[in-house]
């Protein structure tokens, strides 16, 4: 079911699969736009709810979008706020208005409605926004919850659709929602799809549930939106998710890991075990570049053995293992794309999980997502 | 090392002696090279690194022919790394295509006093102590391949030091000067730069001076005149003007002087009038570390008449982000920069990075402010070859 395609966006053309990295707060941690541009990045995301406090809609608005004001030129892709307010936020009711919540910053008291979601997210000016989705955590047992939720989002979705006033320069994708029921899930992307959006986001998953679960979801929500546009699947992840996620039908994929990762000195490549530690000490005489095969500049100019005695450190590290995972996920997602063009997806996955896993002790549920869709690992 | 004088300023001999007159020279290393055009700033690095830039964001500021001075610090327990790399230190740190210096103490950060010994020397990396003879040094800088060396050396002496401490420093270096020059017979393509100290005693830094000299040398550093770091911002040149002089007095003039410390326009003025040649950018980099940005007058305006009336500029060195204004300025840093940060980025974002905490502020500000310095070398040297480093002087000090 993996599919490669092209998405031409306002600011950039986007290959997929692809993999973006997550810029909070208007920067990706330490690295210059330009230094992602070198990297060949063509989008990345900035997140709604921290930008609509600092520096605020007035200020991003007066910076002419956040595209100039950080300066980057690809693409931008925002999320609505939701998700932040509901797991940062001590204090969030939520309505059929919208979310009631405490600011962190100041203890006072807002309301994001899905009308000022897409305020916000147009004065960011991103190419891709989020509606703004009612996002209940997959671990929570009250089923009538999943239910009021995935109602709620779609309602709420005709209202972000009807609050958005640049349909030519922002694209507005929506949310399948509907927990873990296989049966809820089917009926919300179904009612998705009948609205006329340029593409669709899986959410409410990477959250606390097991990995076959979330993959028997991601497989349903897929298979049931239409095959001529994107998948986004938020909040993905870790290399094997990824490509799980891809088998099954996924476009796109967002996470903070590689990022955060790195400034605690993680590096990651496609061998077993999937990260390098840095800190640890067997790496003090190990004179190799983190990943013999990349062309990022920190393996063009650094070993392991240099980078063993400054991470966690110096914050220079930070920037140099961040630039290495940023270029390590979308050298991940181009190696499938092209293996997906080529036609021998199925090859590509069983050499991958080979490098992760030589001991071919695979996950359960990867070995059981893959063989799902006619995949099968080397034995 | 070959060292070339171009320019000495004529007209500005306020110290009344040769030896100690601003000039513009030429620095060549590695024939490979570039040469260094002085005065210039060496580019400090901290902990193993430029602070908070890369290779690659190095390359955002045009430092072609710029020289790492690299404190050993950070790297006393790295010998047998570096013995098993066989590549040296420049290039262990990502540069081998640049030159590298190696001091004993960062000039960016406080040296703790009173842990010298009578054969070693302490130096600190965080909270961890390590303690080096000469013989331990010298296997470092085999094994670290700089191509410019300090001896080691004991500049212990703050402003409060005893005479015992100051001749005791006094002496110590000497002895290990001595001692690491051995390594000189083993490549006498070594460059050393020889620590004189002192404190701030103007006989025993004649004496320091004096007997340094005799030594072959390639040039001199001016040390123990502060213990490094921020403290040493507040460096006034009237506090320590005599026992310089009387120390540059006592130096060859045909060998080049490097004077290592955070050195502000003025301090920087007086020391590059005074014959100092090579610098450090541990004051940009400071500046970076509160979050702010240089914005003094680092232009040389030939001919300039002070008499025509003050320049346009506040006496203000620096500016930071505390004014809730520069939250919607859409302008760049300083009007008129070319840095890569005022090109791309304006006071606005910075004030944004600032205010949550992000990285990309440091990057952006380190960018800036070493820009705004090695800018301020250039007109220096352009002052010095246009005999008019007076005019400069007041050019950039002029109050309001």
């Known amino acids: 079911r993996a599919r490669a395609a092209d998405m031409t966006l306002p600011h950039s053309v986007v290959q997929t699969p692809i993999f973006m990295p997550v810029g909070t707060q208007g920067t990706l941690k330490g690295i210059i736009p330009e230094q992602l541009e070198a990297l060949d990045c063509r989008i990345m995301l900035a997140n709604t709810y921290h930008l609509g406090n600092r520096p605020g809609e007035q200020v991003l608005k007066a910076g002419g979008g956040l595209h100039k004001f950080m300066n980057w030129p690809r693409s931008l892709l925002t999320d609505s706020g939701g998700f932040q307010m509901v797991s940062l936020s001590k204090l969030t009711e939520i309505t059929e208005e919208g979310v009631n919540f405490e600011s962190p910053y100041d203890g006072s008291k807002c309301m994001l409605t899905p009308e000022r979601s897409i305020e916000i997210q147009q004065a960011i000016g991103a190419d891709i926004m989020m509606q703004l989705d009612d996002v209940v955590d997959s671990t929570c047992k009250d089923e009538d919850r999943f239910e009021e939720a995935r109602h709620r989002t779609v309602r709420w979705l005709d209202r972000c659709i009807e609050a958005h006033t640049r349909p030519d320069k922002q694209n507005l994708f929506p949310i399948v929602q509907g927990g873990l029921d296989e049966g809820k899930r089917k009926d919300c992307a179904d009612q998705l799809t009948k609205r006329n959006v340029p593409g669709f986001a899986i959410g409410g998953l990477s959250g606390g549930e097991d990995k076959s679960t979330f993959c028997r979801i991601v497989k349903v929500s897929a298979e049931n939106l239409p095959d001529d546009k994107p998948r986004y699947v938020m909040g993905v992840g870790h290399q094997v998710d990824i490509i799980a996620c891809v088998a099954l039908g996924s476009d796109m994929f967002d996470c903070v890991f590689p990022t955060r990762t790195a400034r605690f000195g993680s590096a990651l490549v496609f061998e077993y075990p999937g990260e390098l530690q840095l800190k640890k000490s067997k790496f003090k005489m190990d004179f190799r570049p983190i990943d013999e095969n990349c062309d990022c500049s920190t393996c063009q100019n650094y070993t392991r053995a240099y980078l063993h005695t400054v991470v966690t450190k110096e914050p220079s590290a930070c920037h140099l293992v961040s630039i290495h995972n940023v270029a390590h996920q979308l050298r991940l997602m181009k190696r499938a794309r092209d293996a997906i063009i080529e036609d021998k997806f199925p090859q590509f996955v069983a050499k991958f999980m080979l490098d992760l896993y030589p001991d071919k002790k695979y996950p359960d549920w990867a070995q059981q997502a893959f063989q799902g869709v006619g995949i099968s690992l080397e034995e | ?400």
């Open chain 2, 1 to 400: 090392m070959k060292f070339i004088i171009d320019g000495v300023a004529g007209k500005t001999v306020a110290t009344g002696c040769a030896t100690a007159a601003a000039r513009a020279g030429q620095l060549e290393v590695r024939s490979s090279l570039p040469v260094l055009d002085t005065p210039a700033p060496l580019i400090r690095c901290r902990g193993g690194a430029i602070p908070h830039l890369t290779h690659e964001t190095l390359q955002y500021l045009d430092t072609a022919n710029r020289t790492l001075l690299i404190p050993y610090q950070y790297h006393s327990t790295q010998t047998d790394v570096l013995k098993a790399y066989q590549k040296g230190l420049g290039s262990f740190l990502g540069e081998k295509d640049r030159m590298s210096m190696l001091t004993v103490q960062d000039p960016g950060e406080e040296t703790k006093s009173g842990y010298n010994q009578n054969k070693a020397i302490s130096v600190w990396s965080g909270c961890n102590r390590n303690i080096v003879d000469v013989d331990g040094y010298k296997q470092f800088v085999r094994v670290a391949q700089p191509d410019i060396v300090v001896p080691l050396c004991d500049g212990d002496t703050p402003p409060d030091s005893t005479s015992k401490r100051i001749n005791k420093a006094a002496k110590r270096t000497i002895d290990f000067l001595d001692s690491f020059l051995e390594l000189k017979d083993e490549n006498p393509k070594m460059n050393v730069v020889a620590a004189v100290e002192g404190g701030l005693d103007p006989v025993v830094r004649k004496l320091s001076a004096i007997e340094t000299s005799k030594r072959n040398v390639d040039a001199f550093l001016l040390d123990g005149f502060h213990s490094n770091g921020t403290a040493a911002e507040s460096l006034r040149w009237e506090a320590i003007k005599e026992p310089f002089l009387e120390t540059i007095f006592h130096l060859p003039a045909e060998k080049p002087r490097f004077f290592l410390g955070p050195a502000g326009p003025r301090l920087l003025l007086e020391l590059v009038s005074a014959g100092v040649d090579v610098f450090d950018t541990s004051y940009p980099n400071l500046v970076t570390e509160r979050n702010a940005f240089l914005v003094f007058n680092n232009k040389f305006t030939k001919d300039w008449d002070p008499l025509e009336g003050a320049d346009n500029h506040d006496l203000m060195f620096e500016k930071n982000f505390e004014n809730d204004e520069m939250k919607m300025e859409m302008r760049s840093l300083v009007e008129g920069c070319s840095c890569y940060t005022c090109r791309n980025f304006t006071v606005a974002y910075l004030y944004h990075l600032v205010h949550v905490k992000e990285m990309l502020a440091k990057v952006l500000l380190s960018l800036h402010n070493l820009h705004h310095y090695l800018t301020f070398f250039k007109s220096i040297r352009e002052a010095i070859l246009a005999d008019q480093i007076h005019l400069l002087h007041r050019q950039i000090l002029q109050p309001l």
